[in-house]
């Protein structure tokens, strides 16, 4: 059953929507909502990103909440008082693409958190603004395009670059190439995917 996902953007904000998704998205919503991570992170603004929002993850595929936490410290206190002796619980600090960033992971009811806080709204980090532009591709390309960039997946893509390769974006960076999409319209989406499919016809 591929795509499962919200029909408008800002309908991603609110995990809601898996409640009545594919048989995995229901799972995870069940995992979520018996964890609370959405009221009890409620001061970070956590979003749900990655790829089971959009029903082409894999077995092994993360739940990524992303936040936006100005005082990084503060957001650590947080996810290591509330989920610190959650099973297989790391927590770490780095740079993602020079962004100060706060990543937590821990496993629960079979699923693997991965919490990943930055000084950026939530909406404005890449995790959920490639999360935004795939789900516009898939939308517009239909359950084909999902069922390929999951068998993709499956043959070990990572998620960008199985989409850059089956709508046929270039760029040396498949995660910046997506990024630039974002300006374009519907009608322009579809015409990289007319182009696309011509091209996989010929």
């Known amino acids: 059953m591929y795509p499962i996902f919200p029909r408008l953007e800002g309908d991603f904000l609110d995990p809601l929507y898996l409640k009545t998704g594919t048989p995995r998205q229901q799972d995870a919503w069940q995992a979520i909502d018996s964890l609370g991570i959405f009221h009890t992170l409620r001061e970070f603004q956590p979003v749900l990103a990655g790829t089971i929002p959009l029903a082409i993850d894999l077995a092994e595929s993360d739940l990524d909440v992303v936040c936006y936490a100005e005082d990084l410290d503060r957001f650590d206190q947080a996810i290591c008082l509330h989920y610190g ?71 070990g893509w990572k998620t960008e670059p199985a989409f850059a390769h089956y709508f046929g974006i270039s760029g040396r960076d498949p995660y910046q190439a997506l990024l630039e999409l974002e300006a374009c319209t519907d009608a322009e989406l579809l015409e990289l995917i007319r182009n696309r499919s011509g091209q996989r016809n010929d």
């Open 85 to 155: 002796d959650l099973d297989g619980f790391e927590h770490g600090r780095t740079l993602v693409r020079s962004v100060p960033t706060s990543i937590a992971s821990y496993w629960y009811r079979g699923f693997c958190f991965e919490c990943f806080a930055q000084p950026i709204p939530a909406t404005r980090q890449q995790a959920y603004r490639h999360l935004i532009i795939e789900a516009r591709l898939l939308r517009l390309a239909g359950p084909s395009a999902a069922r390929e960039i999951h068998r993709l997946k499956q043959a």
